[in-house]
């Protein structure tokens, strides 16, 4: 089932199992700025991440002393009990309690908030997550939304680039084989703000950045005046990914990272984790903004 909301400038529908995006349409001239979704290539549209992002080795990781299987990317994606709790015409709200299920494989007891709204141009997504637990607990969040590349039917995708908000002297971190973090790293920006997009880009996987300046990238093209920005303040990892040859672009907002390759599995100390006293609340949003 998909939900609908809609203002002036934008229409956007959202599955309810998982809450994906799956449309983002300009009112104005139709345009629709999301990946359709084909499974023959990439079966997804905007996979929320929560409580992990990313692989963990060998499947598997311990908490406390216990062996838990923590799926990857978590288990917001195609979650069929996510609630919808609070819809308007251009707002919906999603929760999700912690359950037996949950705590199969994630020990922790909490409350998640998922919300869209509409302002104009912009798509605002905020999460919320709620501490209901005797003790603090322990995740990662991220956004995993992936968009038209590229938008127009005239174009290639190598009339594409990203523009940072900031001049960026910046290095990749490199994937192992099975998709775990490796020490090794790569430099992607040069002193530039500009990443052109190939067909090849991502042939050794995700490029992952851990120290960007920038809070901003645009997609744009050099055949065309649409610009899509995805801001991502409370982030403080980028994830930019694609099937090879496959036309779209992920645009990643990561609190968190997927495991190091040489981790003992110890879940506590994996990178990146956020880490949430007893009773308190903890808020991300990013934002995804159209102009034509």
Not at 44 to 63: M, R
Not at 116 to 122: A, M, N, S, W
Request: proline share 4%; hydrophobic share 35%.
């Amino acid at each position: 089932m998909q939900h609908t909301i809609s203002n002036s400038q934008l229409k956007v529908n959202i599955f309810d199992r998982g809450t994906e995006i799956c449309s983002l349409k300009s009112v104005q001239s139709g345009t629709e700025y999301m990946w359709n979704g084909d499974p023959d290539i990439w079966g997804s549209h905007a996979p929320v991440l929560f409580p992990a992002i990313g692989s963990f080795k060998n499947d598997e990781c311990t908490i406390n002393g216990k062996v838990y299987n923590i799926p990857k990317h978590g288990f917001i994606r195609n979650n069929e009990d996510i609630a919808l709790s609070h819809k308007t015409e251009s707002a919906l709200h999603f929760t999700l309690n912690y359950s037996e299920k949950t705590l199969a494989v994630f020990p922790f007891k909490f409350k998640f908030y998922i919300s869209f709204e509409l302002y104009g141009k912009k798509l605002v997504i905020s999460h919320k997550v709620e501490n209901l637990d005797d003790q603090e607990i322990h995740f990662s969040l991220g956004a995993h939304p992936a968009f038209k590349c590229p938008i127009n039917n005239n174009e290639e995708y190598a009339d594409y680039y990203l523009e940072f908000e900031k001049t960026e002297h910046a290095e990749r971190t490199l994937l192992s084989p099975n998709g775990l973090i490796s020490n090794e790293t790569e430099l992607i920006l040069d002193n530039t703000n500009i990443l052109n997009l190939t067909p090849t880009l991502f042939k050794d996987d995700a490029l992952i950045f851990k120290n960007l300046k920038s809070k901003k990238v645009r997609l744009k093209s050099r055949t065309s005046d649409q610009v899509l920005t995805v801001s991502y303040s409370d982030f403080k990892y980028l994830g930019i990914w694609a099937k090879p040859n496959a036309p779209f672009i992920c645009i990643e907002p990561w609190i968190g990272i997927a495991d190091h390759e040489n981790t003992d599995g110890d879940y506590l100390k994996k990178d990146g984790l956020i880490v949430l006293p007893k009773a308190e609340v903890f808020e991300a949003s990013y934002e995804v903004e159209i102009e034509e």
